[in-house]
């Protein structure tokens, strides 16, 4: 079982910058599928990004809008989102999410997932 912390979030103007970072604990087998998702009130959770690993292939989006990225430090065993160009209507909370022993081919909704992090808060403003 694997163990996830988010970091990072926070209140930024429109056009800003943040790096989320995502920690994980725990067990984890050489494949893994991991993601960031974001939800804003009353809606499901969408997804943003996915990683493979060990192999590190990002997969995006469209939510992703070009402007986020996804990264993977394995020494830190830390996943982060980089995000540019911040618009309010990316305010929502945003979750990390792993899939242990699977690579991420298929995996495209909150369901595929069955760990996660608590989330952290993202205000944009205008």
């Known amino acids: 079982q694997v163990q996830l912390v988010e970091s990072g979030g926070g209140s930024v103007q429109a056009g800003g910058s943040l790096t989320l970072s995502c920690v994980y604990f725990g067990s984890t087998t050489s494949t893994n599928c991991m993601a960031w998702f974001r939800q804003v009130p009353r809606k499901g959770r969408e997804t943003l990004a996915r990683i493979s690993t060990p192999d590190n292939s990002p997969d995006y989006h469209a939510a992703a809008d070009g402007r986020f990225t996804i990264s993977h430090q394995i020494a830190k065993n830390t996943i982060y989102l980089r995000m540019n160009s911040l618009k309010p209507e990316d305010t929502a909370v945003y979750y990390c999410?792993?899939?242990?022993?699977?690579?991420?081919?298929?995996?495209?909704?909150?369901?595929?997932?069955?760990?996660w992090g608590r989330g952290t808060q993202v205000t944009v403003s205008a």
């Open positions: 999410a792993a899939e242990l022993g699977e690579d991420c081919w298929g995996k495209t909704l909150e369901t595929d997932f069955h760990s």
